[in-house]
C-alpha cells in the first residue's frame, strides 16, 4: 500500500513561517513528480507547487518569491518551505505524487490526507 505522509501544518501568524513535509513509502520503484496542492473552504483544490525528479519545479503566481518546493529523492520526500505567509494561504494543504510502484509499468497519481494550514492573528 502506497502512503504519502504529511506533517508540519500549524497554526501561524501572518508574516511567519512553516514548513510542510510529505514522505512517500510503498514498494516505490519511481517517483516521476512531487507536488503540492491547497483546498480553501469553499474554494477548488488548486495547484501549489510541483518538482519533477529533476529538480524542475512550478509554482502558483500567488506563491512565487514566499514558498519553495524542493525535494529527497533518495528519502522519496518533498518540502514546501512558506514564508511571508497571508491569512488567504490558509487552506488545507495536500500532497501529491505520480508513482511508478515496483513491478507496474505505468504510473499513477496519489495523494495525502491533508494537513491545515491557519495563517491568523
Known amino acids: 500500500q502506497l502512503q504519502l505522509v504529511e506533517s508540519g501544518g500549524g497554526l501561524v501568524q501572518p508574516g511567519g513561517s512553516l514548513r510542510l513535509s510529505c514522505a512517500a513509502s510503498?514498494?516505490?520503484?519511481?517517483?516521476?513528480?512531487m507536488g503540492w496542492y491547497r483546498q480553501a473552504p469553499g474554494k477548488l483544490r488548486e495547484m501549489v507547487a510541483t518538482?519533477?525528479?529533476?529538480?524542475?519545479?512550478n509554482s502558483a503566481d500567488s506563491v512565487k518569491g514566499r514558498f519553495t518546493i524542493s525535494r529527497d529523492n533518495a528519502k522519496n520526500t518533498v518540502y514546501l518551505q512558506m514564508n511571508s505567509l497571508k491569512p488567504e494561504d490558509t487552506a488545507v494543504y495536500y500532497c501529491?505524487?505520480?508513482?511508478?510502484?515496483?513491478?507496474?509499468?505505468?504510473?499513477?497519481?496519489?495523494w495525502g490526507q491533508g494537513t491545515q494550514v491557519t495563517v491568523s492573528s
Open positions: 501529491y505524487a505520480i508513482v511508478q510502484r515496483v513491478g507496474m509499468l505505468s504510473s499513477y497519481a496519489y
Open positions: 510503498g514498494n516505490i520503484f519511481n517517483i516521476n513528480v
Open positions: 518538482i519533477t525528479g529533476g529538480g524542475k519545479t
